[in-house]
T-cell receptor
Framework: KNEVEQSPQNLTAQEGEFITINCSYSVGISALHWLQQHPGGGIVSLFMLSSGKKKHGRLIATINIQEKHSSLHITASHPRDSAVYIC???????????FGKGTKLTVNP | DGGITQSPKYLFRKEGQNVTLSCEQN?????MYWYRQDPGQGLRLIYYSQIVNDFQKGDIAEGYSVSREKKESFPLTVTSAQKNPTAFYLCASRDSGGLTRDTQYFGPGTRLTVL
């Protein structure tokens, strides 16, 4: 079993819909990251969380440390949001990140 | 502009040949990383370096080698000992201070194909 599980694997939405991507992990962590990978392969860091909630524009990330779960929400989705969204966790004291397999989001106009 | 560059974007190699992938950053970051991405899998760590002249093996270091002679540069050599080298390779660096501490910044990647 992967230490970081994301759901769903694939998600198709219509423009304007509210999107939720989930991430569950099985280890103690010091931080959780949400990343966005564009079709060309480049990766951009969206959020780093250790507790609570963060918001940037139409993106919201939440984390529940007790339940070992995080969600990434996209409000008023747009075709330019189409990408692979990746969850990654850093275990306490470790230099390494452990990555989920990603959620491929397609937003249709 | 500050950032991470990787070259080349696409690389083709014959079996049995070593090949070196370039990674350069001008972000003044101490830590640098090499990841491998295969279809349907999460990124896997090959090597990382927390400081110049020092580096550690990641989870899949066999068949790879690195050097860190300068803070800005962390080249990855894929050797002929790597059994399945065809993959997408990503380099990253990490900010160790300030407001963006612990954020990893990724390069655009190199797609290596072994013919």
């Amino acid at each position: 079993k992967n230490e970081v599980e994301q759901s769903p694997q694939n998600l198709t939405a219509q423009e304007g819909e509210f999107i939720t991507i989930n991430c569950s992990y099985s280890v103690g962590i010091s931080a959780l990251h949400w990343l966005q990978q564009h079709p060309g392969g480049g990766i951009v860091s969206l959020f780093m969380l250790s507790s609570g909630k963060k918001k940037h524009g139409r993106l919201i990330a939440t984390i529940n440390i007790q339940e070992k779960h995080s969600s990434l929400h996209i409000t008023a989705s747009h075709p330019r949001d189409s990408a692979v969204y990746i969850c990654a966790v850093r275990q306490g004291g470790s230099e390494k990140l452990v990555f989920g397999k990603g959620t491929k989001l397609t937003v249709n106009p | 502009d500050g950032g991470i560059t990787q070259s080349p974007k696409y690389l083709f190699r014959k079996e049995g040949q070593n090949v070196t992938l370039s990674c350069e950053q001008n972000l003044n970051h101490d830590a640098m990383y090499w990841y491998r991405q295969d279809p349907g899998q999460g990124l896997r760590l090959i090597y990382y370096s927390q400081i110049v002249n020092d580096f550690q093996k990641g989870d899949i270091a066999e068949g790879y080698s690195v050097s860190r002679e300068k803070k800005e540069s962390f080249p990855l050599t894929v050797t002929s000992a790597q059994k399945n080298p065809t993959a997408f390779y990503l380099c990253a660096s990490r900010d160790s201070g300030g407001l963006t501490r612990d954020t990893q910044y990724f390069g655009p990647g190199t797609r290596l194909t072994v013919l």
